[in-house]
């Protein structure tokens, strides 16, 4: 297996080897030593290929990614999996802001807690947090689905367009145009795949479905804030 | 009494005007805010208020048609491996396929590329006719990231990311459902026929610290081959300058309050940010005091119409300019040949700005396959790449007259101000002294 040590060898080195994979099918997994917070680890990723990263990230660790199955040893900084187009990118730890922001698909694991924003402007992207998340999580979301197994902050889903939003605890408030809704038979069927994927333990039928009332999908005065 | 006493004649009210009491008439009926695409439409200080003072006895000119006057920019050679080289300091400003149609999308490309420059996506990804018929492309990062994707990314010949623009700094877009057909749904992973809302602020950074880190995101999933522009509209320029150049752009696009928009509010396009003349000089002092002027490179836009706005924005300091309703002016918008139709639409050439309802006579800000089939991508090329040509040759006629052999040496010295506030503005005398208001040492 492929160590990478990241404080000896640099970020650029890192990055460019793994861009290098780009149309192969790596045999070997490739891990991560000494990444000490770092931005930008494993972007732009575009192969099936296996990365661990063994210890803890800062921003938009496996941003943009396409293919590749990132597991983060650690907790993670903001953006973790932005614009994530396919692959899965598991972390271990916690998760700080705009957790999958954008993204188009793929699937993102925090098995711990993740932070506001998580999910904002999501386009397709399957996020399942194992722990709590913020504020404002869901925001503008678009395509995709977000499962929470803890408790869900302030003004989720606000502005929801088409993302699906389903939490198993709490929802401290809902944002603007998002309402719940009933929990049919292919939602459970939904939410226990992905849960499966996601290694959680969590029963389907413990969740709340929410989605968008499509108030605010044309402009009408009443509805303005 | 006499019946033929003078009367009072009727006076219109400077402060309620008949365009202002139209306008409160009907926002009392619909409840609605106005919305509109283009610029800035009310008089503010341009280009229109300086000159250019030729060479005579002090300075002596280059001959008018044989000798050279060079027009070509280099964009992006701060950290970039492959820079873009550009005939012409001139390019095309980010226009959206969705707010406008494929086909003036396809001519926009075709007509930059005849003419050696760039053009630019826009909100809602990159199309393969634009990619195909663009030799520089540069691919807009936007709040929204509709379609944004790293193949696509990686197309591009530089990533400009979007901060902000003139006509709405702070704002966001929008695109009304009249044109969110199929395949621009499609493009932006929303449903058909809604209003689509495009976020103020990007969704996963906030501040210069936080777009630092976004563009070392962006240098690494492109290997650092290509420049990565910031684009701001124009408000604080001296600091949003400075801070886009702390976060590690290689180019600041700096967009002034008469450029335009697909669609956003009237109040919003007409009261906030700044003019764009007012916006080139402390945007030039940001650089110098950071000794990066000309390292990194500004791009001037909003207003920009001939080769006297290209020469005059390039003598305060920019590196090039661009333009976006001056090409849509020269692909055929607002063309009186169209009257009959600005007539059904309660309008007329060269007035009409309700681009985002779809209905566009000219098929540019339309997504309805009639109208946009009235512009032919390659008669529409042809005439951008003949206004690009006309744009540059004036501005280079003007440069010799003021002796210089490029266009680049254009400088303030060359230029003197009509008005006070130009002056102030530009920094440049009031025509006729050697003073502005501001100027250091003068006391006022």
């Given amino acids: 297996m492929p160590t990478y040590d990241l404080e000896v060898n640099g970020l650029r080195g890192f990055n460019a080897a793994l861009h290098e994979l780009a149309g192969t099918t790596p045999n070997e997994p490739w891990e991560l030593v000494n990444p000490k917070g770092s931005h930008a680890i494993a972007v732009g990723l575009d192969a099936p290929i296996d990365v661990t990263v063994a210890g803890s990230t800062g921003y938009y660790c496996g941003g943009m990614n396409k293919q590749a199955t990132i597991r983060v040893a650690g907790s993670v900084g903001p953006g973790v999996a932005e614009n994530m187009m396919s692959g899965t990118v598991i972390v271990e730890g916690d998760a700080s802001q705009y957790a999958g922001a954008t993204g188009h698909g793929g699937l993102l694991v925090i098995k711990g807690n993740a932070s506001s924003r998580c999910g904002i402007s999501m386009k397709g992207i399957d996020i399942v947090v194992h722990g709590n998340i913020g504020h404002m999580s869901a925001f503008m979301g678009q395509a995709g689905t977000l499962v929470v197994c803890g408790d869900a902050g302030d003004a989720l889903g606000d502005s929801l367009y088409e993302a699906r939003l389903f939490v198993r605890g709490s929802v401290k408030s809902l944002g603007a145009d998002c309402i719940e809704k009933e929990m049919r038979p292919e939602h459970l069927e939904l939410l226990a795949d992905l849960l499966a994927r996601a290694e959680s333990d969590a029963r389907p039928e413990e969740f709340r479905r929410y989605g968008s009332a499509r108030k605010l999908y044309n402009f009408n005065i009443d509805n303005a804030y | ?444």
């Fill in chain 2, 1 to 444: 009494m006499s019946n033929d006493i003078p009367r009072t004649v009727p006076i219109q009210s400077a402060t309620f005007s008949n365009p202002v009491n139209a306008e409160i008439r009907r926002a009392a009926a619909t409840g609605i805010y106005d919305i509109r695409g283009g610029g800035a439409k009310r008089h503010v200080p341009h280009f229109d208020d300086l000159l250019f003072l030729g060479a005579s006895v002090s300075r002596y000119p280059l001959e008018g048609y044989r000798e050279a006057c060079g027009t070509g920019v280099t964009l992006g050679t701060r950290f970039a491996q492959n820079p873009v080289e550009l005939e012409i300091p001139i390019t095309i400003a980010g226009m959206s396929f969705g707010a406008l149609s494929a086909q003036a999308k396809e001519a926009l490309g075709r007509g930059a590329t005849l003419a050696g420059t760039s053009t630019t996506t826009g909100d809602g990804g990159m199309t393969p006719e634009e990619r195909g018929h663009s030799k520089t492309l540069v691919y807009q990062y936007l709040p929204s990231r509709y379609g944004m994707n790293p193949d696509d990314l990686r197309k591009a010949d530089a990533i400009e990311v979007v901060v902000g623009q003139g006509a709405k700094p702070g704002g966001g877009g929008m695109l009304l459902g009249q044109k969110i057909d199929d395949r621009v749904a499609e493009m932006r992973t929303l449903p058909k026929g809604i209003d689509q809302r495009s976020a103020c602020r990007h969704p996963d950074w906030t501040g210069p610290d936080d777009l630092e880190i976004k563009i070392l995101e962006l240098r690494e999933i492109t290997g650092w081959k290509v420049p990565i522009y910031v684009k701001v509209g124009a408000t604080r320029p001296y600091y949003d300058v400075a801070l886009a150049v702390k976060a590690g752009a290689d180019v600041v696009v700096i967009d002034g309050m008469q450029g335009g928009t697909a669609a956003t509010q009237d109040v919003f396009i007409e009261h906030v940010g700044i003019p764009t003349l007012a916006s080139i000089r402390p945007a030039v002092k940001a650089l110098q005091d950071l000794g990066v002027h000309r390292e990194v490179q500004l791009v001037v836009s909003g207003g920009i119409r001939n080769g006297a706005d290209v020469a005059k924005a390039m003598a305060l300091g920019a590196d090039a300019v661009s333009i976006g309703t001056a090409a849509m002016v020269a692909l055929g918008d607002n063309d009186p040949k169209y009257e009959d139709d600005y007539q059904a639409l309660g309008t007329t050439a060269g007035a009409y700005d309700d681009w985002h309802e779809g209905n566009d006579p000219a098929g540019i800000t339309t997504q309805d396959p009639v109208l946009a089939a009235r512009l032919d991508p390659i008669e529409g090329g042809r005439r951008l790449r003949n206004y690009l040509s006309v744009m540059t040759l004036e501005a280079q006629t003007i440069a010799r007259a003021c002796g210089h052999n490029h266009l680049h040496n254009l400088e303030p010295e060359d230029l003197c101000a009509l008005t006070m506030e130009a002056a102030a503005m530009a920094q440049v005398p009031l025509a006729g002294t050697d003073w502005y208001p501001g100027k250091p040492g003068s006391g006022y």
